[in-house]
């Protein structure tokens, strides 16, 4: 069902730090481990992941796991 995610949602472009934080969730990093990686703290992390969420690929959480979008996200053309 994440498949057709694409097909149903409209994804906004991120900004070039959003790719990063997204990327890196494709290759299955915790926010602890993209927050070392960028050097950010934890939170601001989590806030790039919560926007990106919120403002740009919205994810209706009780249908979609969002961490699961996300990486599917990664390794499409939305993020090289």
Not at 17 to 40: D, H, M, Y
């Amino acid at each position: 069902p994440v498949s057709g995610y694409f097909k149903d949602h409209e994804i906004t472009p991120l900004s070039p730090r959003q790719k990063e934080v997204v990327r890196l969730i494709g290759q299955g990093r915790t926010n602890s481990a993209i927050a070392l990686k960028l050097k950010l703290d934890r939170f601001r992390v989590e806030h790039y992941i919560n926007d990106i969420l919120r403002y740009k690929i919205p994810v209706d959480r009780e249908i979609y796991n969002p961490r699961i979008v996300l990486a599917l996200i990664s390794q499409t053309e939305h993020v090289v």
